[in-house]
C-alpha cells in the first residue's frame, strides 16, 4: 500500500477537555505524521455543508450543533495506508463497541460525542482536505 493522507477532526468534547495531544500521540504512535493543522470553530453553515450527507438523519441537527460548540482540531494525517490506520486507530464509531487502546475506548464520551473523525475513503479523504485546507497549506 503506498503513502496516502487523510483527513481528521478532533471534536469538540475532546477539545474542551484538553485531548489534543494525547490524541496526537496515538495518531503518531502509529506511524501518522501530523502534515497540516489548524484550531478553528466552523459555522453551522460550514458544519452542514461538511456533514450533508447525514442531513437525512434524525441526529443531523445534534450532530451539527454538536460540532459548532467548540473549537475543533482539523488535521491531514499522512502514513502508509493512512485511511485505514487512521480508522483503527480511532476505533468503532460507538465507544461502546471500540477495541481496547483505540481513541474512542479511551476518550470518547458517547456515539455523538466521540471525539474524532475520519475519511472513510479516498474520495472523501481529498474532499474533506479541500474543504478545509488551502493548496497553499499543504506542503509536499
Ligand atoms: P463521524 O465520523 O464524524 O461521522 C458522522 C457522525 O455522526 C459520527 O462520527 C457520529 O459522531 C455521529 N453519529 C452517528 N450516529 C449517531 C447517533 N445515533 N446519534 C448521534 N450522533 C451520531
Known amino acids: 500500500m503506498a503513502i496516502q493522507r487523510t483527513f481528521s477532526i478532533i471534536k469538540p468534547d475532546a477539545t474542551k477537555r484538553n485531548l489534543t495531544g494525547a ?52 488535521q491531514v494525517l499522512e502514513g502508509e495506508d493512512a485511511i485505514a490506520k487512521n480508522r483503527e486507530v480511532m476505533g468503532a464509531t460507538n465507544p461502546a463497541d471500540a477495541a481496547e487502546g483505540t481513541i474512542r475506548k479511551d476518550f470518547a464520551l458517547s456515539i ?11 474520495e472523501t479523504a481529498a474532499e474533506e482536505i479541500a474543504f478545509f485546507f488551502s493548496g497553499l497549506e499543504l506542503v509536499g
Open 23 to 74: 490524541i496526537v500521540a496515538k495518531f503518531e504512535a502509529a506511524g501518522l505524521r501530523v502534515v497540516a493543522s489548524k484550531r478553528i470553530q466552523m459555522t453551522l453553515a460550514q458544519a452542514e455543508t461538511f456533514y450533508g450527507v447525514h442531513s437525512e438523519r434524525p441526529f443531523f441537527g445534534e450532530l451539527c450543533e454538536f460540532m459548532i460548540s467548540e473549537p475543533i482540531v482539523v
Open 112 to 122: 455523538g460525542e466521540n471525539s474524532v473523525h475520519g475519511s472513510d475513503a479516498p
